[in-house]
């Protein structure tokens, strides 16, 4: 399952507010879903909430009044004047007015209470911990854990990632999975629009922003600028945006016919001159002397297409640990590596590939990202980023951004971006999946006969009646039941679904031009393929026994083809109650399978053997729910 960073939850978060949708909005949401989850295992009347003073604890109280019909008791850990933020603020107060039970916590003693309750809400914090736990949370963690009951933990098991944490037995956490939550874990959607998640905003930019206040000179990233030669406003204009991104040191590797120009736009910048009027083999010296003291290397802007700047290019790329290509230093012969940041033209120049329009557009992009272990940063009207794993946006351009400048700019932003982020990365660390589970930590309890916490129950103990023997029995209403094997889905809402798959097939090369050529000879390669895909696709419910019928509304193939192999990529859309990507999965193996019957006339060895000739890496690229 894929896992989102705390950073990137809050980053989220805050392009949620950026598009109106309030905090307290978000937080009603998530309070509701996890009170469903905790109606539907609540193995007896009596929950207590144990409530924090951030927005998890808010959680926890908004999730108290959705459960008026129980017996319910809040914990607070402190007094309620201490609450730290507004929305948890509100909710407390409406839990006040309402007249439910709730207790400040002031001494570990006032926990005692919590083994006499039948399930326990987690709520001490959530993903905004931070260093190791400290007070009277500490001790509302020992006080859950020692109790013995079953324990929901609200978005993460609290102080997971510290030296003490909850061993909750399930934890149900909004939006998306976050990193390292061990055992048994419930997605719950809080009304997150796509939107907040695909553009960056202002969440985003707070990502790499951020100064640490005790970091000092250089480390906030050094850029190196190599650029100019016909022109000397590009490089400037990029140097001078890294300076304004927050970069600690610019220098600009630029021709000596303009480097004083250059020197002209603020004494901030270090201007060295190259040997000649463009940068050729003769400056790799100077250059390579300047690599081990930059970060980051952003090349390419005004330096002209002279076929010695290209040699000099072609072998400084490959030496830069961290580099962003731009303009001139897109041109064939000189490796991709790091970031580049074409437009549309560009990207075609170095890809051989005529980006499709619509949604096969980003796969198309993440393929090559992908394939090419590189960030692409496709300039547009929107402009996408993609690594080849995920893909987001930029819609805040404006036509007034076609003048020439505004892309020296955005490679330079990137440059001083990107140097930061080995600092960045190494304050946020101590908040990283590697390190959420502290070691020496209490294993996770797992279901067993003998532990009766929160095995499967029979239908809610809303009426109060004990169970048969003091203990539950062991099934589960709602849990996706089975019959011979295809799993239930008639209760699922019809939504609109969409998934995407792809993989490759490795190919002689000689056999990828003679597609490419169109000269195999039984025929257009590629058309086999795509109505082979489409076929496999619509008849998946054959293929794979367990998969239910569904209407197909769209099935989109696109190849990729590259010197050594072709990447499928197949997009499925339905409108239905499950989703599409074993669909998508068969539509991209059966393009695969096509291509291999089309060519294996190419690919055997004389032996009728396929010694390099390989599909591999078939994965789901995405899969949503709704459209954006
Ligand atoms: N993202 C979203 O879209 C949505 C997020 N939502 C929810 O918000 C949660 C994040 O909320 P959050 O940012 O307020 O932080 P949270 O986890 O409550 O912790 C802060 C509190 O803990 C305390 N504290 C911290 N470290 C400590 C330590 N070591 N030892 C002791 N205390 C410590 C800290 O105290 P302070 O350091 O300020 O003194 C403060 O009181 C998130 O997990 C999710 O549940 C939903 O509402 C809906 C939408
Ligand atoms: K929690």
Redesign the pocket.
């Known amino acids: 399952m894929r896992t989102i960073s705390p950073e990137l939850?809050?980053a989220?978060?805050a392009n949620?507010t950026y598009f109106g949708l309030l905090?307290l909005q978000?937080?009603e949401n998530?309070g509701a879903a996890l009170a469903r989850e905790a109606k539907r295992r609540a193995p007896g009347r009596r929950i207590a909430v144990v409530a924090?003073?951030?927005?998890?604890?808010?959680?926890g109280l908004v999730a108290a009044r959705h459960l008026a019909e129980f017996d319910v008791t809040v914990f607070l850990i402190g007094r309620s004047k201490d609450i730290?933020?507004e929305e948890a603020r509100r909710n407390w107060a409406i839990l006040e007015r309402l007249g439910f039970d709730l207790r400040e916590v002031r001494d570990s003693t006032d926990l005692e209470p919590l083994s006499r309750y039948d399930l326990i809400l987690d709520a001490i914090?959530?993903?905004?911990?931070?260093?190791?736990?400290?007070?009277l949370?500490a001790a509302a963690i020992d006080a859950i854990n020692a109790s013995g009951k079953p324990v929901i933990s609200?978005?993460?098991p609290s102080g997971i990632g510290?030296d003490r944490s909850v061993n909750s037995d399930v934890t149900v956490t909004?939006?998306s999975p976050k990193e390292g939550i061990p055992g048994e874990v419930v997605v719950a959607e809080?009304g997150?629009p796509p939107r907040a998640e695909f553009y960056a905003g202002p969440g985003d930019l707070a990502l790499v922003t951020g100064r640490a206040a005790d970091s000092h000179k250089g480390q906030n990233g050094r850029v190196l600028v190599i650029g100019g030669g016909p022109y000397s406003g590009a490089p400037a204009l990029s140097a001078m945006a890294a300076l304004r991104a927050g970069a600690d040191l610019v220098t600009v590797a630029a021709p000596e016919s303009v480097s004083t120009t250059i020197a002209g736009y603020s004494p901030n910048l270090i201007v060295r001159s190259l040997s000649d009027d463009h940068l050729s083999p003769e400056d790799l010296g100077l250059i390579r002397g300047l690599l081990p003291s930059h970060d980051v290397v952003v090349a390419g802007m005004g330096l002209g297409r002279h076929p010695e700047t290209r040699e000099a290019l072609a072998k400084i790329v490959p030496e830069c640990e961290r580099v962003v290509l731009d303009a001139d230093a897109l041109l064939p012969g000189i490796p991709l590596k790091g970031i580049i940041t074409p437009h549309e033209s560009e990207f075609r120049r170095v890809s051989s590939i005529k980006l499709p329009p619509g949604r096969v557009q980003r796969e198309t992009l993440m393929a090559f990202a992908r394939d090419m272990k590189i960030t692409v940063l496709l300039k547009g009207k929107v402009d996408l980023i993609t690594d080849g794993e995920t893909i987001r946006g930029n819609d805040t351009g404006n036509p007034g951004m076609t003048v020439g400048g505004t892309g020296d700019v955005l490679a330079g932003i990137a440059g001083a971006f990107y140097g930061r982020l080995r600092q960045l990365r190494r304050r946020r660390s101590g908040l990283r999946g590697e390190g959420l589970l502290p070691p020496g930590n209490r294993p996770h309890r797992e279901y067993t006969p003998g532990h009766d916490a929160m095995k499967p129950k029979r239908p809610l103990m809303n009426d109060g009646v004990e169970q048969e023997g003091g203990g539950p029995v062991r099934e589960d209403p709602y849990h996706e039941t089975s019959r011979g094997g295809m799993v239930e889905i008639t209760d699922k809402p019809q939504v609109a679904r969409w998934a995407v798959a792809s993989g490759v097939i490795r190919l002689k090369g000689s056999t990828v031009e003679s597609i490419r050529k169109g000269a195999v000879k039984k025929g257009d390669v590629l058309a086999v393929a795509r109505v082979g895909a489409i076929q496999a696709v619509k008849e998946t419910p054959r293929q794979i026994p367990m998969c239910h019928p569904i209407p197909i509304t769209g099935v989109d193939v696109e190849f990729v083809l590259l010197t050594d192999r072709i990447r499928a990529t197949v997009s499925v859309t339905s409108f239905g109650r499950t989703g599409v990507e074993m669909e998508a999965l068969a539509g991209a193996a059966a393009a695969l399978l096509n291509v291999w019957d089309m060519v294996k006339y190419l690919e055997k060895d004389g032996t009728g053997n396929y010694p390099s000739t390989c599909i591999e890496d078939i994965r789901v690229v995405e899969k949503r729910k709704e459209y954006v």
């Open positions: 939850m809050r989220i978060d949620c905090p978000l937080m998530a924090g003073k951030g927005n998890n604890g808010g959680d730290a933020t914090f959530g993903t905004g911990v931070k260093g190791s736990v400290r007070g949370e609200v978005d993460v510290t909004f939006h809080i997150i």
